[in-house]
């Protein structure tokens, strides 16, 4: 008898259903499908990613031998080898991409608040960064990286103060990473912190033709005129704070407007940075800790490819291997909205390992996440005689 819902179940109820059919409707998802639906798909791949399966096989004979607790998690058909592959190479991995654009703005509203962020500015901050993830080039030919070497980028944006994406695009290996300047919906007012990689002068003027601030680091064949030298600490170790206009033939008419060059050499790593950036109001050390900060977003791409399922894919097609990736964004997300809506104190990782063990138990999900040690009382008024009371 069904005595309550599993945690699978309990976790889906975070998803708006609605939604997510929205999705599926717009690309034709369930466009004549008898049995397992793009839902039931999105689930048995929620399952594989929290579960830590990594082949079909494997998917097919755990979800075989608990048959009976599928059916009130929501798959309702038997969950085959080839019906899944079919799915995964045939079904628009856009269906995906959609609903967790979806779930990334319902995080970002849920940790706006958040108090992670360690400069004290009232303005958004944003890293903005790509991460490879590789593919053996003789099973995806389609992903041709290197020539040896094939690959799809994740890009993304996060957002500094929840160390929640707010942007992420999947793309083949070969598309640079200054070109996702161009999908940005960029918000006055806010900062963009970046690595070198996205340093073009043209994108950049037009980010502070909108208002934004950026802070980016200096390429070697930087060329440009000092127009005047702000005082700086360096007993911080910063050498120089200085009001900079571009002096480059192509590089002055893309960006005609002043800039601010700070140098900073860190004594622990032996090593000297530049910033450039179009700030003018903050101090030097303010700028210096937003570009600190940008190590959340290395630290997102650690931890997505450490415990996240995108290492070995499921199919070889780039349909099949888009969809992967998007569910298994959209499951990393749905954990973070369990955590912040439940109130977790738990770390993200030690969610995703309780829950792997507990996934098909019948009971609230809360408790699973609880110290409490209970112990049986006995009572004064209990009829159990005491062997030695005789």
């Not at 034709?28 to 008898?34: D, F, I, L």
């Not at 080839?82 to 970002?108: G, H, V």
């Not at 800039?259 to 700028?287: G, H």
Request: hydrophobic content about 40%.
């Amino acid at each position: 008898m069904n005595t309550g819902r599993t945690i699978l179940s309990q976790l889906l109820d975070l998803v708006s259903k609605y939604e997510f059919d929205k999705c599926v409707n717009k690309y034709n998802g369930n466009y004549r499908v008898k049995t397992f639906t793009c839902w039931e798909q999105f689930i048995v791949m929620a399952f594989a990613q929290l579960t830590g399966r990594e082949s079909l096989r494997d998917i097919a004979s755990c979800l075989d031998a608990i048959s009976t607790k599928l059916y009130h998690s929501g798959v309702k058909s038997k969950v085959k080898k080839s019906t899944l592959a079919d799915a995964n190479e045939r079904r628009d991995w856009r269906i995906y991409a959609e609903f967790a654009q979806l779930l990334i703005q319902q995080a970002k509203e849920l940790y706006k608040e958040d108090n992670n962020f360690s400069v004290d500015i009232d303005e958004i901050a944003y890293a903005l960064d790509s991460s490879t993830i590789d593919l053996c080039l003789s099973l995806f030919p389609w992903a041709k990286f290197r020539k040896n070497k094939g690959a799809v980028k994740m890009h993304t944006q996060l957002d500094l103060r929840g160390s929640i994406p707010t942007f992420i695009d999947i793309t083949d290996g070969k598309v640079h990473d200054v070109n996702i300047l161009d999908l940005l919906i960029l918000e006055p007012g806010a900062f963009y912190i970046m690595d070198r990689a996205y340093l073009d002068f043209e994108r950049l003027y037009h980010m502070h033709e909108c208002l934004c601030y950026f802070v980016i680091r200096e390429k070697h064949n930087f060329k440009y005129k000092r127009v005047y030298s702000n005082k700086v600490n360096k007993e911080l170790g910063f050498k120089c704070d200085q009001i900079i206009k571009l002096t480059g033939f192509y590089s002055s008419q893309k960006y005609p407007e002043k800039l601010r060059r700070i140098k900073f050499y860190d004594k622990e790593r032996d090593k000297s940075l530049v910033f450039i950036t179009n700030n003018f109001l903050y101090d030097a050390k303010l700028i210096a800790q937003l570009y600190r900060e940008r190590w959340k977003i290395e630290l997102f791409f650690k931890w997505i490819k450490q415990h996240l399922r995108i290492k070995k894919f499921l199919g070889t097609t780039i349909n099949a291997v888009y969809t992967q990736i998007w569910i298994a964004i959209s499951i990393y997300l749905l954990v973070a909205i369990m955590k912040r809506k439940l109130k977790l104190e738990q770390e993200l990782y030690t969610i995703l390992q309780i829950l792997s063990v507990c996934i098909f138990e019948k009971v609230p999900v809360n408790q699973l996440f609880e110290n409490n040690k209970y112990k049986n009382e006995t009572t004064g008024s209990c009829n159990q005689l005491s062997l030695f009371d005789l």
